[in-house]
């Protein structure tokens, strides 16, 4: 039995403050659980979660990767933006141009993130978080297919998404030029296995669709930190 996404990480330097300016912007309930693991939940019990960690770590430049928010309408985009400032996140400018829809906003620990225009039709019908669209290769995106078992919805001049089959978020990849990696990315994908699952068999899947075993965190069957073929960390871990 492959993994499955889990969770999508953030490290932040204050776990239960961004978990509250989230969870008021998504719509989405704190997870209950131990104090150490601050996450919310999505409505759909098939969607993954979101989890924050503590760390000090400075943030190094824009991030890997982000969410895009969707918008059913003009006013609810104006909503979502008002709701997001009023929480405490604020407006960032990223280059992008007068003229596009979307808006682009940081949440109160600088991480980037976007409201999309109404009427996307590449985000139609996947929920409040249509994308999480991340700096990447073709390769990645070829990886994360094969290792979440999710096909590619799209993959076309070296820019790859994909999706799980019962629908909802999905995962894009822009292509080249990817910018060289600063750091501990502060965004990061939690893999799950079963409890009666082969731990040593998973690894060694994920090993040979090219990630990359690391020295760091636990090596013990229970959890393990390992690398994409982008160097992009992810997460390992055991249920139950």
Not at 60 to 73: C, E, I, K, P, Y
Not at 112 to 117: A, D, M, P, Q, T
Not at 118 to 144: K, M, S
Not at 162 to 178: E, L, M, Y
């Amino acid at each position: 039995m492959a993994s499955q996404l889990f969770a999508i990480c953030f490290n932040a330097t204050s776990p239960s403050r961004l978990a509250l300016f989230w969870s008021e912007v998504l719509g989405w309930d704190p997870a209950g659980g131990p104090d150490d693991d601050v996450a919310i939940l999505s409505p759909d019990p098939a969607a993954f979660r979101i989890r924050f960690l503590p760390s000090q770590e400075p943030k190094a430049g824009q991030n890997r990767a982000h969410f895009d928010l969707t918008s059913a309408s003009p006013e609810d985009q104006r909503q979502t933006v008002a709701r997001a400032l009023r929480c405490g996140g604020t407006h960032i400018d990223v280059g992008q141009l007068q003229e596009e829809g979307h808006v682009v906003l940081a949440d109160p620990d600088g991480n980037e993130f976007c409201v999309i225009e109404a009427g996307n039709e590449f985000l139609a019908d996947t929920g409040v978080i249509g994308a999480l669209a991340c700096d990447g290769t073709q390769e990645v995106g070829y990886f994360w297919s094969e290792a979440l078992r999710w096909p590619l919805v799209w993959d076309q001049d070296e820019e790859t998404a994909i999706q799980s089959p019962n629908g909802g978020t999905k995962i894009t990849w822009g292509g080249p030029p990817v910018a060289p990696k600063r750091g501990t990315n502060r965004l990061y994908f939690e893999l799950a296995l079963a409890a009666d699952a082969d731990w040593e068999a998973e690894v060694d899947r994920l090993t040979s669709l090219g990630a990359t075993r690391t020295d760091i965190g636990e090596g013990d069957g229970i959890q393990t930190l390992m690398l994409d073929p982008d160097g992009n960390e992810l997460s390992l871990r055991r249920l139950g």
